[in-house]
C-alpha cells in the first residue's frame, strides 16, 4: 500500500512506517515539486497543531469544542428547564422574546459574562418548557449607542417564511414531543469503495410546477436514485437560505434544515431510509461564505460587521455579494466544526461536499485569477492560511470522530495536496471534484464539429489528476444546468428534443448523434476520469431544457425549477433508453469496480479513426467517436491475453442504439506486439 494510502488523516499521527518526516513536509516525498514551499507547509501544519493544543487546554479537546451547539443555541434538559447562551460581545442588553412572553422587551433579560456571551435560565412551568413547541422567538439586543435590533438566534434549528406576509424569516423553537421525533432504524452504510454519486436538489425533485418535499423525495426519488445503482447521494440546498434561487448558496441560518420542503423530521426520514437501501448521504455545505442578510442571518449579528465574519472589505465576497468569515476567531472556529458535527450527529450524514473551498484557500478568493499549475500559485501572501488551516481542522474533526466520513472540495485551483493525508501535511479530503471535465465537454460541442475533435486532449483532460489524490468525474453537474447555460443534451439535439424523442418518430442523425454521444460521453468520463464519478439528477436520461428557479426575471415560474422524471417512465420517449444506459453503467462499475482500481492505461489515441482506447480493472474500453466512419477487424493490444465479450455497448437497442454489433461475438488475442509494450 502507497505511502497516502497507508497513513493516518490526523496532524499527530506519524506518517506510515515513518517513512515521511513529522513536520509536515510528507507529502514532499509524493511530490518533490512541492519541495520549494516546505516552510508554509510546516507553517500551516503546526497551526493547525496549535489550535488542537490550545483547544485542548481550553475547551477540553478537540471533540468537545465541536459539540457547540449543545452549549449555544435553545437548549432543552430532560425536566423541561431551558438554557440559551448567545455570543454577542458588541451587545450591551439582550433580552429573548417571542410568542411566550407576548414579545415583552422588559422581560427575560439575559446575563453577559466575561467573552460577551449572554445567556438566561428558563425553569420549566408544570414540567413543560416555557417555550412551547414550533412557538417564534427572536434575540432583541441594544446597543452602545442605544439602538435596538432584533436577530434570530445564531444557532436556531428551524427558521420558516411566510412570503404573504415578508420575505424575512422567523425563528421557530422546534421542541416536538417525543411521539412526533423521527427515530433513526438504519445504520450508516459501509464507505463506499467506489463513490458513484447522484447530485440532487429535493426542491426541484418533481414533476409538477411547484417546491417539491422531503416526503416526496423519499417516496418518489430514492427508489429511482437506488434502482439506477448509484451509492452516494449529495444532497443541496438543505441549509436553510433566504432565496430559492440562489441554489442553496446564501446560507441564513446554518443549523436549520430548509423548512421550504418539510419539517426537520421529514429529512431525518429521508436519510435514513436512504441508509435502508444502502445508500450514503452527503450534505452540501457552505462554510466559504454566508447571506449578507441582517434581519434573518448572520451580518452584523451583535450590530458589529465583524463578529462572524472579516470586518472591512476583506470581509465582503465583490462578486458573490455575501460575507466572509474569519477563519482565524476561536469562536467562528466552534461555530463552523460544530455545524459540521451537529448535521452528522442530528441529522446522521455522512459526510459533505464543501462548497466554494477555492474561495476558502485563497485571499483573493479566485477572483480575476487564472490558475495556470505554477506551485508559486498555491503559496506566498495570496493563500489564506487560515482558511487552508480550518479545513484542516475539519478533516481532522471528521475523519477520526466518524472514520467512515466522506469529504469532498470544489476546488477550480488545482492546489497540491488538498486531499492527501493530514500526517503528511495534506488538507484531509477524500476527493477533490474535477471541474476542467464539463468545461471540456461544453467547449467541444459550443465550437467543434465532429472531425475536429482532439482525442489526445480528451484522453489528457480526463487523466489530468494529480497522481494519489482522488478525484470525482463527472460530465455534467448543476452548474452546466444552470440558466444562460444548456445541459449536454440540449446542445447534443437543441430543438429535436420538442419533436423527436419519441420512438413514433423519425430517428433522425440529429438524435442518433444525440443519444450516442450522451452515452459515451458518460461512459468515457467513468471509466478514464477519476476514483469517483457525478451525475446531476434527470441528466442520466438527458432531461431537456435548463434549470431555472423562480425569479422576477421569469415571473416566478416553476417550470424550469422542476425534473421531468415522467419523461423515462414514459414508454413511447427515447429518454428510457438513456435511463436505462445509465442503471448499466453504474450496476456495471458496482460488479468491476474499476473507480477504485488504479489510473487506466490508455493504449491508443488514433486522431483519424477518432478512437481511443485502454484498459482498467480488467476490461478493455474501446471508444469510436468518429462521426462517420465505422470499423470491423479492428486490432487493439490488450495486457491480457484470452477470450473477451462485450459487457456494454452504447449501440445496443436496449439502449437506443442501432444494434450494429452482435453482443454474443467473442474475441480472441494474438500473441504479437500491439500499440505499445503490451501484447
Excluded at 489528457?460 to 445541459?487: M, P, W
Excluded at 477487424?633 to 484470452?642: K, L, P, S, T
Aim: hydrophobic share 35%; net charge negative; with cysteine.
Amino acid at each position: 500500500m502507497s505511502l497516502n494510502q497507508s497513513s493516518e488523516n490526523s496532524v499527530f499521527a506519524n506518517p506510515a512506517n515513518n517513512a515521511a518526516p513529522t513536520d509536515g513536509t510528507g507529502v514532499v516525498q509524493l511530490d518533490p515539486w512541492l519541495s520549494p514551499f516546505k516552510d508554509a507547509l510546516r507553517s500551516r501544519y503546526s497551526k493547525a497543531q496549535k489550535w488542537i493544543q490550545d483547544l485542548q487546554q481550553s475547551e477540553g479537546g478537540l471533540e468537545k469544542f465541536s459539540r457547540g451547539y449543545e452549549k449555544f443555541g435553545i437548549r432543552v434538559a430532560d425536566n423541561g428547564d431551558i438554557t440559551y447562551r448567545e455570543w454577542a460581545p458588541n451587545a450591551t442588553s439582550a433580552q429573548i422574546i417571542g410568542d411566550f412572553n407576548g414579545w415583552n422587551r422588559d422581560s427575560y433579560w439575559m446575563q453577559r459574562d466575561n467573552y460577551g456571551v449572554w445567556s438566561i435560565h428558563l425553569p420549566a412551568k408544570d414540567e413543560q418548557p416555557q417555550i412551547p413547541h414550533n412557538s417564534k422567538i427572536k434575540l432583541s439586543m441594544v446597543l452602545s449607542d442605544g439602538r435596538r435590533i432584533e436577530r434570530l438566534p445564531a444557532w436556531i434549528t428551524r427558521v420558516t417564511q411566510d412570503l404573504s406576509i415578508s420575505p424575512a424569516y422567523d425563528a421557530v423553537f422546534w421542541n416536538p414531543p417525543a411521539s412526533e421525533r423521527y427515530t433513526f432504524k438504519n445504520p450508516r452504510p459501509p464507505k463506499p469503495q467506489s463513490a458513484r454519486i447522484y447530485e440532487a436538489h429535493v426542491g426541484i425533485s418533481s414533476p409538477e410546477q411547484k417546491v417539491a418535499t422531503y416526503k416526496e423525495f423519499t417516496q418518489n426519488v430514492l427508489p429511482r436514485i437506488h434502482y439506477l445503482g448509484y451509492n452516494v447521494i449529495q444532497l443541496m440546498a438543505i441549509m436553510e437560505h433566504a432565496y430559492y434561487a440562489s441554489f442553496g448558496y446564501q446560507i441564513n441560518s446554518f443549523f436549520a434544515a430548509s423548512s421550504r420542503y418539510g419539517s426537520p423530521e421529514d429529512l431525518k426520514e429521508l436519510i435514513d431510509t436512504a441508509h435502508g437501501m444502502g445508500i450514503t448521504v452527503l450534505l452540501d455545505v457552505v462554510h466559504s461564505h454566508a447571506s449578507k442578510n441582517t434581519e434573518d442571518g448572520l451580518n452584523e449579528f451583535d450590530g458589529s460587521d465583524h463578529l462572524y465574519f472579516h470586518g472591512g472589505p476583506k470581509g465582503r465576497h465583490e462578486l458573490w455579494d455575501s460575507r466572509l468569515f474569519n477563519y482565524a476567531s476561536h469562536e467562528v472556529l466552534r461555530f463552523l466544526l460544530s455545524n459540521l458535527r451537529f448535521w452528522m450527529e442530528e441529522y446522521q450524514f455522512d459526510g459533505f461536499r464543501f462548497d466554494g473551498v477555492t474561495s476558502m484557500l485563497y485571499t483573493h478568493h479566485g477572483i480575476g485569477t487564472g490558475f495556470s499549475g505554477g506551485y508559486h500559485e498555491y503559496f506566498g501572501p495570496g493563500v489564506d492560511e487560515d482558511g487552508v488551516v480550518y479545513l484542516m481542522l475539519a478533516n481532522e474533526m471528521l475523519h477520526n470522530l466518524y472514520p467512515n466520513s466522506i469529504t469532498i472540495a470544489e476546488d477550480v485551483s488545482g492546489m497540491p495536496a488538498l486531499c492527501l493525508p493530514l500526517s503528511l501535511g495534506g488538507i484531509g479530503f477524500d476527493y477533490r471534484l474535477a471541474m476542467a471535465v464539463p468545461d471540456m465537454y461544453i467547449k467541444l460541442l459550443k465550437e467543434k464539429s465532429d472531425d475536429q475533435w482532439d482525442m489526445g486532449n480528451l484522453a489528457f483532460t480526463l487523466i489530468n489528476r494529480r497522481h494519489g489524490e482522488k478525484t470525482i468525474a463527472y460530465a455534467e453537474s448543476h452548474d452546466q444546468a444552470l440558466v444562460g447555460d444548456k445541459s449536454l443534451m440540449m446542445w447534443l439535439c437543441d430543438k429535436e428534443m420538442y419533436t423527436h424523442m419519441s420512438i413514433m418518430t423519425e430517428y433522425t442523425p440529429v438524435i442518433e448523434r444525440g443519444l450516442s454521444l450522451h452515452k459515451m460521453i458518460r461512459l468515457i468520463t467513468h471509466g478514464l476520469g477519476g476514483e469517483g464519478y457525478l451525475n446531476f439528477e434527470g441528466n442520466e436520461f438527458g432531461h431537456p431544457e435548463w434549470l431555472d428557479f423562480p425569479r422576477a426575471g421569469n415571473n416566478n415560474s416553476y417550470w424550469y425549477a422542476r425534473r421531468q422524471f415522467n419523461l423515462p417512465d414514459d414508454d413511447l420517449l427515447r429518454y428510457k433508453f438513456l435511463n436505462q444506459f445509465d442503471h448499466a453503467m453504474q450496476t456495471s462499475e458496482e460488479k468491476y469496480g474499476w473507480l477504485h482500481h488504479p489510473q487506466a492505461y490508455i493504449s491508443l489515441k488514433n486522431e483519424s479513426d477518432k478512437v481511443i482506447v485502454f484498459e482498467r480493472a480488467g476490461l478493455l474500453w474501446v471508444f469510436n467517436f468518429h462521426p462517420s466512419q465505422s470499423f470491423t477487424d479492428y486490432r487493439v493490444g490488450v495486457e491480457e491475453a484470452g477470450t473477451y465479450k462485450i459487457l456494454i455497448d452504447t449501440d445496443a437497442k436496449e439502449f437506443g442504439g442501432l444494434g450494429r454489433n452482435d453482443l454474443s461475438t467473442r474475441f480472441f488475442t494474438t500473441d504479437l506486439p500491439w500499440n505499445g509494450p503490451r501484447t
